[in-house]
């Protein structure tokens, strides 16, 4: 057999392992974020008296998704570290791991009218953990991808990076659209809302065995070997923030927009629709479900194309429309809300998003060496994820409340995506360059 196509296939079956595995990760982490409306109403007291007791749950539950994303930074330099001193595998071995126990947590979960104030504190513990796992899948997971990825295919291969995330969001939304359509409400209510977490965690030996069968790649191996031979050292994570520091700040900044868009645009989608634009559940996870099948379709595209044309003119570019269409777009759906008006602005934001996540994992993987790449993204991901997007949703929802502007969520998104934009001016493009060391 050619060796060259020996290896190119390789490639392609870790591509996919990595890609698949990301997927099953990050719909765990996300899955609490579509059932927000439901574990609302079982995990946090009812006052009927309250003509507000519906948005106070709302925002109660939004503040315990939240929490999670204070675990994230540890988590992230954590695993970053590992990942960069013991493999990529290794690293994503143990995410997986550590998240399973999570899910487990949250599907067990008893609900407030079985013990009483114990069950929100027992979903706290459980989002704690996932924030600690979830924390090192991107640095490490991206990584991988970036260095398996053949000379002047960076761009294409890091595009499923983000890729996987949006088809997390799918599966996650498509589960919630089967659970709204098989089950009545009163089952619901009682174990159904069970199911979507009961999935992720049956998937989990899946994910464990694509991962246990992911290949280092030959840059990690060429590292580790340097290091053993004393022709290179490890770096330790204050060093790396001082050798580093441009590189991280730039990071953070990027990541502000990335993540607001998944944890407003997306994830809060359905939330929004329900509670504030008094739209149907089952017509607000279709909507999502075709935002997030569209980008994965098409992010893959435009990474590919970054590598002919360079990542720093596509995300300059994608930012601005970004910024251009969000306002009108809001106002307009918010003027007369209907499903239609709901589908037609997601799909349109979802074209600029997709632009930018199709190179957003390359770039920030481009920000740093091999021996702080798993620790150096970690560390400028989970930072930024934590003050932006983990209290993303009760921030909005509480400016919902106290504006009563249904055009928060416009607003803050705008706000994120000004700050990668600035970022983004600051990137130094090697799209160019054969090989990334």
Same mark, same amino acid.
């Given at each position: 057999?050619?060796?060259?196509?020996?290896?190119?296939?390789?490639?392609?079956?870790?591509?996919?392992?990595?890609?698949?595995?990301?997927?099953?990760?990050?719909?765990?982490?996300?899955?609490?974020?579509?059932?927000?409306?439901?574990?609302?109403?079982?995990?946090?007291?009812?006052?009927?008296?309250?003509?507000?007791?519906?948005?106070?749950?709302?925002?109660?539950?939004?503040?315990?998704?939240? =929490?999670?994303?204070?675990?994230?930074?540890?988590?992230?330099?954590?695993?970053?570290?590992?990942?960069?001193?013991?493999?990529?595998?290794?690293?994503?071995?143990?995410?997986?791991?550590?998240?399973?126990?999570?899910?487990?947590?949250?599907?067990?979960?008893?609900?407030?009218?079985?013990?009483?104030?114990?069950?929100?504190?027992?979903?706290?513990?459980?989002?704690?953990?996932?924030?600690?796992?979830?924390?090192?899948?991107?640095?490490?997971?991206?990584?991988?991808?970036?260095?398996?990825?053949?000379?002047?295919?960076?761009?294409?291969?890091?595009?499923?990076?983000?890729?996987?995330?949006?088809?997390? %969001?799918?599966?996650?939304?498509?589960?919630?659209?089967?659970?709204?359509?098989?089950?009545?409400?009163?089952?619901?209510?009682?174990?159904?809302?069970?199911?979507?977490?009961?999935?992720?965690?049956?998937?989990?030996?899946?994910?464990?065995?694509?991962?246990?069968?992911?290949?280092?790649?030959?840059?990690?191996?060429?590292?580790?070997?340097?290091?053993?031979?004393?022709?290179?050292?490890?770096?330790?994570?204050?060093?790396?923030?001082?050798?580093?520091?441009?590189?991280?700040?730039?990071?953070?900044?990027?990541?502000?927009?990335?993540?607001?868009?998944?944890?407003?645009?997306?994830?809060?989608?359905?939330?929004?629709?329900? =509670?504030?634009?008094?739209?149907?559940?089952?017509?607000?996870?279709?909507?999502?479900?075709?935002?997030?099948?569209?980008? =994965?379709?098409?992010?893959?595209?435009?990474?590919?194309?970054?590598?002919?044309?360079?990542?720093?003119? %596509?995300?300059?570019?994608?930012?601005?429309?970004?910024? =251009?269409?969000?306002?009108?777009?809001?106002?307009?759906?918010?003027?007369?809300?209907?499903?239609?008006?709901?589908?037609?602005?997601?799909?349109?934001?979802?074209?600029?998003?997709?632009?930018?996540?199709?190179?957003?994992?390359?770039?920030?993987?481009? %920000?740093?060496?091999?021996?702080?790449?798993?620790?150096?993204?970690?560390?400028?991901?989970?930072?930024?994820?934590?003050?932006?997007?983990?209290?993303?949703?009760?921030?909005?929802?509480?400016?919902?409340?106290?504006?009563?502007?249904?055009?928060?969520?416009?607003?803050?998104?705008?706000?994120?995506?000004?700050?990668?934009?600035?970022?983004?001016?600051?990137?130094?493009?090697?799209?160019?360059?054969?090989?990334?060391?």
């Amino acid at each position: 057999m050619d060796p060259a196509l020996t290896k190119q296939t390789v490639s392609t079956r870790n591509i996919v392992a990595a890609v698949i595995g990301n997927a099953l990760e990050w719909y765990d982490f996300l899955v609490f974020a579509f059932m927000t409306p439901i574990v609302a109403k079982l995990f946090f007291p009812s006052n009927p008296d309250n003509p507000d007791d519906n948005i106070n749950r709302i925002l109660m539950t939004t503040a315990v998704f939240g =929490v999670g994303f204070f675990m994230r930074p540890v988590g992230g330099v954590l695993l970053g570290l590992y990942g960069d001193r013991k493999g990529r595998k290794a690293a994503m071995v143990m995410v997986t791991g550590l998240m399973a126990v999570a899910i487990a947590l949250i599907t067990l979960a008893p609900t407030y009218a079985a013990v009483g104030i114990l069950a929100p504190l027992f979903i706290v513990l459980a989002r704690l953990l996932q924030g600690f796992a979830a924390g090192g899948e991107f640095g490490t997971s991206t990584a991988l991808l970036i260095e398996l990825a053949p000379p002047g295919k960076r761009g294409f291969y890091g595009s499923w990076q983000m890729a996987g995330q949006m088809l997390a %969001l799918l599966i996650g939304a498509a589960t919630g659209t089967l659970i709204t359509e098989i089950f009545t409400e009163e089952e619901l209510m009682a174990w159904a809302w069970r199911v979507p977490f009961a999935v992720g965690l049956l998937i989990v030996p899946v994910a464990l065995y694509i991962r246990r069968h992911v290949e280092e790649p030959e840059v990690f191996k060429e590292m580790q070997a340097a290091q053993a031979s004393g022709k290179a050292r490890q770096i330790g994570i204050m060093e790396m923030l001082r050798t580093h520091a441009r590189e991280t700040l730039v990071g953070m900044g990027l990541v502000v927009t990335a993540t607001v868009s998944i944890y407003i645009t997306f994830t809060y989608l359905v939330t929004y629709a329900t =509670v504030t634009l008094k739209l149907p559940m089952r017509d607000a996870f279709m909507v999502q479900m075709a935002g997030a099948a569209l980008m =994965v379709v098409i992010m893959p595209f435009f990474g590919a194309l970054s590598d002919r044309v360079g990542r720093r003119m %596509l995300t300059i570019g994608s930012l601005i429309g970004y910024l =251009v269409v969000l306002y009108p777009l809001y106002a307009w759906l918010t003027d007369g809300p209907t499903v239609q008006k709901l589908l037609i602005t997601q799909l349109v934001v979802c074209v600029f998003v997709a632009v930018f996540f199709g190179v957003f994992s390359t770039v920030m993987a481009e %920000l740093f060496p091999p021996q702080v790449r798993s620790a150096g993204m970690s560390m400028a991901y989970n930072v930024a994820v934590m003050i932006f997007g983990g209290f993303a949703q009760f921030i909005v929802t509480w400016l919902i409340r106290s504006t009563g502007s249904p055009m928060a969520p416009a607003f803050y998104v705008m706000f994120g995506v000004t700050l990668g934009l600035l970022a983004a001016f600051f990137i130094k493009d090697r799209a160019m360059e054969r090989n990334l060391r």
